[in-house]
């Protein structure tokens, strides 16, 4: 048995924990941010970073902590409970939402200049070659670290890295001005901008891929298997923050190069102008690989959680069906998968990150399920109302918006927070009183 990694496997394990959480939101959404945000530029990128870098982080840490994936988390939940919450997070960021938008950001944002068919054409037979090679890549999970981590991820960074320096160096613009949903709270807008990266929710899911490849690797000491783990996430931050920042300034300074660009435009017209011709084939590698390698995580992370539950049916065939589902969905389109993927990530995203806080302090809880049952269920109610305003529906969400109001800065996305305050305080109270009860 092992005692420890060496320094070129844990720079490997923080690789690839890096290029599973860097795929098409976190390449997508950061210029979006820039563009809302503007001269406030700061702010916003903060709020994304909090949400985009700082929870994913805890929620690696959480699952380190408890030494399991999300069933561990939920065990304090009812049976019932802690199975839909873990349904609904594993179909966003796989066969729903997530999965599907890799493919879909490779072609629109990478390939979509070097095909010649139509835009449906083109689409269905890179999704088509896209996710039969994720497919393949993940019928391997025990080679992923070697795969990811040692060939993937140092190419990709490079790439990156070129990108960024010169969107430092060269700005096509100066910083344009804040928009006006943007200007009363940058960063709650940039906070919950963030959310539509999945990483939070992903890292629920990654976590335990994280953990795994620690013990493949002869570790199985908890408190070792808890230190790398650590620092695969902290590697895996520092990139992913070395690259939003730049991506974040990016569209705060294209206003004047890419005014009416779309979300999957604007990168591909930036790059263009810093590269030349040689932006195409630069932005094509880099998004081809990022979205990959987070496909092939994705699938490997799903496969096993649907075999878990379901053992009779393979994860060989679990991860083919999910594969062939995300063709069919790729071929929806980029900003139809983001329009639908907003009201359920705003809904599931704060019971996640109460979920992941909880975790880390479970040990000083005492009666932790029912600290987890009020707190959940309290910021459960908050989010809905979120994710009802945030479906633009008719009637809908106007009722949900006046309800909404009602709560302590429900304003700003943040009226999740009093309940979730206030459930976890219940819980410890409740918890209190049978301990009094029973003495």
């Known amino acids: 048995m092992k005692t420890r990694l060496t320094g070129l496997e844990l720079l490997a394990l923080g690789f690839m924990t890096f290029a599973l959480f860097l795929g098409a939101g976190n390449i997508v959404f950061p210029p979006q941010v820039g563009v809302g945000a503007g001269a406030a530029f700061w702010p916003a990128a903060l709020g994304f970073l909090a949400t985009a870098v700082g929870l994913p982080l805890l929620g690696i840490l959480a699952v380190a902590r408890v030494g399991g994936g999300l069933e561990t988390l939920t065990a304090p939940l009812p049976r019932l409970a802690a199975l839909a919450f873990g349904l609904g997070i594993y179909l966003a960021i796989g066969p729903l939402f997530a999965l599907p938008r890799t493919g879909t950001v490779a072609f629109e944002m990478g390939m979509r200049p070097f095909v010649s068919l139509s835009d449906g054409t083109g689409l269905a037979l890179h999704s088509l070659l896209f996710f039969g090679l994720a497919t393949l890549l993940a019928l391997m999970p025990g080679r992923l670290m070697d795969i990811i981590g040692k060939w993937i991820t140092p190419l990709l960074i490079l790439l990156l890295g070129l990108i960024a320096l010169a969107t430092l160096v060269a700005p096509q613009g100066p910083l344009g001005e804040t928009q006006a949903g943007w200007r009363a709270a940058p960063f709650a807008e940039g906070f919950r901008n963030g959310y539509l990266t999945m990483d939070t929710l992903a890292s629920l899911v990654f976590g335990i891929l994280i953990v795994t490849a620690i013990r493949d690797r002869g570790i199985h000491e908890p408190r070792l298997v808890a230190r790398y783990t650590l620092w695969a996430g902290i590697i895996a931050a520092t990139c992913l923050a070395a690259v939003y920042l730049p991506l974040t300034y990016m569209g705060a300074t294209s206003h004047e190069l890419a005014a009416q660009a779309g979300s999957g435009e ?24 990022a979205c990959l390698t987070t496909a092939v995580g994705l699938l490997t992370a799903c496969g096993e959680y649907f075999h878990g539950l379901w053992p009779r049916l393979p994860y060989r065939l679990l991860v083919i069906a999910m594969g062939g589902f995300a063709i069919l969905v790729a071929n929806q389109g980029l900003e139809t998968l983001i329009r639908v993927s907003i009201p359920v990530l705003v809904t599931l995203y704060p019971p996640a990150i109460v979920l992941i806080l909880l975790s880390l302090i479970r040990p000083w809880l005492g009666d932790a399920p029912r600290v987890f049952r009020w707190a959940l269920s309290l910021t459960l109610v908050a989010s809905l109302l979120d994710g009802l305003v945030a479906t633009e529906l008719a009637g809908v969400a106007d009722t949900a918006g006046a309800l909404q109001q009602h709560l302590p800065l429900g304003e700003t996305s943040f009226g999740w927070l009093l309940p979730a305050l206030a459930g976890t305080l219940l819980g410890l109270a409740a918890s209190r009183r049978q301990r009094l009860l029973e003495t």
């Open 266 to 289: 604007l990168i591909p017209t930036y790059v263009a102008a810093l590269f030349g011709p040689w932006g195409p084939v630069l932005l094509a590698a880099v998004i081809t690989l």
